[in-house]
């Protein structure tokens, strides 16, 4: 017990006390009741003294933001189709030798095609 003080027990271990034998009771209504009885309690204090019971907090499961969801089968699917055409434009590089002549032959099927229609 510090010097000084007058009471047996202190205003946080009544307020202990008071929440262990009203379980269902709020902050305000502990602080209210106290009061009554005379102590110096107010809300704040009374969530201090009963977050402090020693009781150990569990500890929060993180979940992933990222990655599509399951069952968003039109977002994999075009997803899919990137990739599908991707490694197409891929092989038609490489099948004209470079970036700039498979431009030439896309132009120039593109003008076949419109004559055939």
Known sequence: MKKGTKRASS???IIR???EKNPGLGPTQIAKDLTAQGHNAYPALVSQA???TGKKK???KLTS???RKP???KASQGADLNLLS???ASDLIKASGSADDAIASIRTYQKLSAMFQ
């Open 11 to 13: 205003v946080s271990q």
């Open 17 to 19: 006390d008071y929440a």
């Open 50 to 52: 009963i977050g402090k």
């Open 58 to 60: 569990g500890k929060r």
């Open 65 to 67: 933001k990222r990655g």
């Open 71 to 73: 069952g968003n089968a």
């Open 86 to 88: 991707l490694k197409a």
